[in-house]
């Protein structure tokens, strides 16, 4: 559905977007992340026409950006950052004018212009000047005017910026439920909401991607050496030593005690699955064992590892999570 | 097609949903009728009544109330990011510079012919030559869409208002400025042709009646020009 191969955009002494190539299928929605200044939105300038690349190109649709970009617009639905929006008009007239920009037929305006209210949840504010809405509805206008069309790919950056907690929730429902019929690229900070609705994920920094897989795939992989955290009631004092002899175990340290209670954690070779031998050691020696759980690597510890795993470049490569 | 249609006519309905067009409606209407008034006073004291005038005055108005209209067309969208929404939808940059253009345009011309009581009034009460008249008017649609054409280009180069108003009326008083040249020195070269450059040294056949097509092509070719130049700056933004 969108397949972008690689592009680059490149300004005198530094590149914005770097060589980049990926896919999103068809009802797919996958999540651009990458920190501020790495490259996202000029990605999605380039994909939705507004710039052209330096290098390489990408399809939506099957349509080329450069090639057929008229074609390529007309199948988009795009949320820009900052939401731009006309600030003397009013809510229906500016979806209204939008409808009439994207091409949408005259005879069906009406009825997309309810579905784009509905989606942004704006029935009651159709009326209102945009300029005296607040910022949270600023950015469902944006969203509305982003479906007015009915388009088949949606390009989102940010939706969620500057919402309530309620207002998340809803945006996130609706993007899922958007994916039935669309293909989705969603660009946002809101990790959690990354791993509620996004199939895929693709990580950009400095302009390269640093990692793209679907979310199970990066979170087995990226955890290469998996770490068990034990909890104990009454460990022996010489119990991290018998922890560390564990086979598989390759580091085993006592992390805190409070209230009775100790924790340690056990580094594992890659691979390994200890949880069993661990469990089995705790309760032969009595040690009262009140939790043993896997520290699976998540998308947050991935998103930092990747992201600042390339800014001590030259040097020795040490994972982010260690130094935080 | 359609496309240019609606939004021409979004623009030009924007003009008359702001305090602006009214303004500049009513101070046009007061200066042109004040200018009729005068002539038909002075007219008892000379031999012929004429309103060439009138016109070669409008014409420079026009110089004054041109950076108004355009300033805001594109360098608003530049701004207010909007110009983002605008090309991310199915539009070409053609299109979007006609729209502006012809908008703009349209607004001009609505005041031209807000003065059409002026010949009406002429005709009734008085016998004159239509064939002036009807140049004169000629005149000032050419120099109307020459003075928006260029404004618009004005508009295209920068995000401010300000800059882009300024520029207009600069570059259209440069222009009225070197009209005087052929005036001052008729008999250099060098000043006719510089001042053949000008938008205002091509109107003075129209006003006699006599339509000269070297004057024609200036005009069209000039419209062009600016239209086509703030076409490839809006393209520039893909390539910077």
């Not at chain 1, 793209?212 to 795939?217: M, P, W």
């Not at chain 1, 460990?235 to 209670?261: F, M």
């Not at chain 1, 661990?278 to 939790?291: R, S």
Request: charged residues 20%; contains cysteine.
């Amino acid at each position: 559905m969108i397949e972008v191969s690689n592009l680059g955009k490149y300004y005198s002494g530094f590149a914005a977007v770097d060589d980049i190539s990926f896919k999103v299928n068809q009802g797919e929605i996958l999540g651009f992340l990458g920190p501020n200044g790495a490259g996202k939105t000029t990605t999605m300038r380039i994909l939705t026409c507004f710039m052209a690349p330096s290098r390489g190109t990408a399809k939506i649709n099957d349509q080329d950006i450069l090639q057929d970009s008229l074609a390529v617009r007309r199948d988009i639905g795009y949320l820009p950052e900052n939401v731009p929006l006309y600030n003397d008009m009013s809510v229906r007239g500016y979806l209204l004018h939008m409808a009439a920009l994207r091409g949408v037929p005259r005879k069906k305006r009406p009825e997309r212009l309810e579905a784009a209210l509905d989606a942004g949840k704006l029935e009651d504010r159709a009326e209102t000047i945009i300029g005296k809405l607040s910022k949270g509805y600023r950015q469902r206008v944006g969203i509305a005017q982003a479906v007015i069309h009915d388009p088949k790919v949606l390009i989102l950056d940010e939706p969620s910026a500057g919402l309530d907690p309620r207002q998340r929730v809803e945006t996130r429902q609706f993007i899922k439920s958007l994916s039935k019929n669309h293909t989705i690229i969603l660009s946002t900070h809101i990790l959690p909401d990354v791993q509620d609705i996004c199939s895929r994920v693709v990580i950009i920094n400095k302009g390269r991607i640093v990692a793209q897989d679907t979310l199970a795939n990066l979170e087995t992989n990226q955890s290469a050496s998996p770490r068990i955290q034990v909890r104990l009631k009454n460990p022996a004092g010489d119990a991290v030593n018998r922890l560390q002899q564990i086979d598989g175990v390759a580091k085993a340290r006592r992390e805190k005690d409070n209230g009775g209670e100790s924790t340690f954690v056990l580094e594992c070779a890659p691979g390994k699955d200890v949880r069993e031998a661990a469990a089995k050691l705790c309760v032969e020696q009595n040690w009262g064992l009140l939790e043993l759980q896997r520290q699976g690597t998540s998308l947050e510890d991935i998103f930092l590892r990747t992201t600042t795993m390339e800014e001590n470049y030259g040097g020795e490569t040490v994972p982010a999570t260690e130094s935080l | 097609m359609s496309s240019i249609t609606y939004l021409f006519s979004k623009e030009l309905r924007s003009y008359f949903t702001s305090w602006l067009a009214y303004v500049l409606l009513a101070g046009w209407l007061f200066i042109t009728g004040y200018i009729f008034v005068l002539l038909i006073v002075s007219s008892t004291m000379m031999p012929n009544f004429n309103l060439s005038p009138l016109f070669s005055n409008m014409m420079v108005f026009v110089l004054f109330i041109t950076p108004l209209v355009t300033m805001r067309l594109l360098s608003e969208e530049k701004r207010e990011g909007t110009i983002e929404m605008l090309f991310t939808s199915p539009l070409t940059e053609w299109q979007v510079t006609l729209g502006k253009f012809i908008g703009a345009f349209l607004f001009m011309a609505i005041l031209v012919a807000c003065t059409l009581y002026v010949p009406f009034f002429t005709f009734r009460y008085g016998s004159v030559d239509g064939g002036p008249i009807w140049g004169s008017y000629l005149a000032l649609l050419f120099i109307c869409g020459s003075a928006v054409s260029f404004g618009v280009f004005c508009s295209s180069i920068t995000d401010s208002q300000v800059v882009a108003g300024f520029l207009t009326f600069g570059g259209l008083l440069g222009s009225w400025i070197l009209s005087w040249l052929q005036q001052v020195a008729p008999d250099n070269q060098w000043a006719s042709l510089v001042s053949q450059l000008s938008l205002y040294s091509h109107f003075q056949g129209m006003l006699g009646g006599a339509l000269d097509t070297k004057d024609i092509l200036f005009f069209l070719t000039f419209i062009f020009f600016f239209l086509y130049a703030t076409v490839r700056i809006l393209e520039s933004r893909k390539w910077r």
